[in-house]
């Protein structure tokens, strides 16, 4: 699998970086963006997690993702199953 590590757009470079197993791991953005950087971890059955922000996920039991908050809103979106 190819990852995508670089990608430019308007606002300058965006830089990401991935795990052994190809899962987004950082995320850094330019700073003319208005973006912050992006760190990511997974939990034991492979669900992301922000590093900084534990509360950007919802999963269910089932391990499905419930929520997400949106980076570039700020607004939390629900998902359904």
Known sequence: ??????QADQY????YNHDGVNRLTQALR???AGLPNESYAYDGVGNREDVGNAALYGYDNNNGITA???VRCGR????SQ
């Open 68 to 70: 997400n908050l949106h």
């Open 12 to 15: 300058g470079l965006n830089d």
């Open 76 to 79: 939390q979106h629900a998902h």
């Open 30 to 32: 330019p700073l003319a």
């Open 1 to 6: 699998m190819l990852n995508i590590d670089t």
